[in-house]
């Protein structure tokens, strides 16, 4: 399979039927997920147990042929279980590594705001850098690597909040929601001969994956376009409502996003447009409100909904 820029959509639309065939109902999320993964970003799933976060995760694993690990996440969950340990090795002497559950291609951090923040942050250096690091020595994860983390909505219980810098290094924030009643009942049909998630195909190779990455990270972003996601961003650095504004990993979240979209639309460039409709989606989870605006019930949404409305959007020629 060839991935010129002509056929990502043709392959995208592949891997989107295959994973419908677990997901049922999902379609719009199932979208941003894919698009996430093909903009190399990370996607924080909040909601509560149970509506399919683990199912989607797993389907999107197997149609895309990755390595898959989950670690369900716990107040007893250590680092190491993460990163990975040291062990003696009596026979080449000396300390050998022993690979923790992030060393894969797709890693499923559920629940991940019941962990401590010292097991939080050991997935800080892998998310950002692709790495971790044991006793001084650096491991590089697999390539593709994506996490994908679930988090309880807050004040659920055994929650505490991620730390603002965790939620800085996820690309969006999604929400599967409950499934409508006639895709619940399709669900329920789906599974009276055994659980759909085992016949899924992989459609693409690990490295048939990495290639279309590359496609999208190639999509034409004008000056003018990049200039327009930087008023955007600077637009929450100084609004009235937002105590802190999104930060520069914002602004590549957002082109990155961008050229994802661009190329599920069957372009290789960027337009205004597809800024609009990903703009949200990546900045919402990293802005704090100040605490006047979150006392009068106002949304992050709606402030950016507003910054959106109020930054004029670039003619092109």
Request: hydrophobic share 45%; with cysteine; glycine share 6%.
């Amino acid at each position: 399979m060839h991935t010129r820029e002509n056929e990502v959509t043709v392959v995208v639309q592949q891997i989107l039927d295959q994973v419908r065939l677990a997901v049922v109902g999902k379609d719009e999320v199932l979208v941003w997920v894919l698009a996430a993964i093909l903009a190399k970003g990370h996607i924080l799933l909040e909601d509560i147990p149970g509506v399919g976060k683990t199912t989607m995760a797993l389907a999107f694993s197997k149609a895309l042929d990755l390595g898959y690990s989950r670690i369900q996440f716990t107040p007893d969950v250590l680092p190491s279980d993460i990163t990975g340990y040291s062990v003696p090795d009596p026979q080449q002497g000396g300390m050998r590594y022993q690979p923790g559950a992030v060393l894969t291609n797709l890693f499923l951090a559920d629940e991940l705001n019941r962990a401590t923040s010292r097991t939080q942050s050991a997935l800080l250096e892998a998310m950002e850098e692709g790495q971790v690091t044991v006793d001084g020595v650096s491991h590089a994860l697999p390539q593709p690597f994506i996490v994908i983390a679930t988090q309880n909505p807050v004040g659920a219980a055994g929650t505490q909040l991620l730390p603002d810098s965790q939620m800085d290094r996820f690309m969006i924030r999604l929400s599967l929601g409950y499934p409508e009643p006639t895709d619940e009942v399709t669900m329920v049909l789906n599974r009276q001969e055994g659980n759909p998630l085992q016949s899924l195909m992989p459609i693409v190779t690990r490295e048939q994956l990495i290639a279309l990455q590359d496609t999208v990270e190639r999509t034409f972003i004008s000056d003018t376009v990049v200039s327009y996601i930087v008023r955007l961003v600077g637009a929450t650095r100084n609004d009235a409502e937002i105590a802190r504004g999104a930060s520069p990993r914002a602004t590549l979240a957002v082109a990155a996003m961008s050229k994802a979209v661009a190329q599920l639309r069957g372009r290789d460039y960027v337009i205004p447009g597809d800024v609009r409709e990903v703009f949200a989606r990546c900045v919402e989870h990293r802005l704090i409100l100040t605490p006047r605006a979150q006392t009068q019930g106002i949304l992050p949404g709606d402030v950016l909904e507003r910054i959106v409305q109020s930054v004029p959007a670039p003619k092109l020629r």
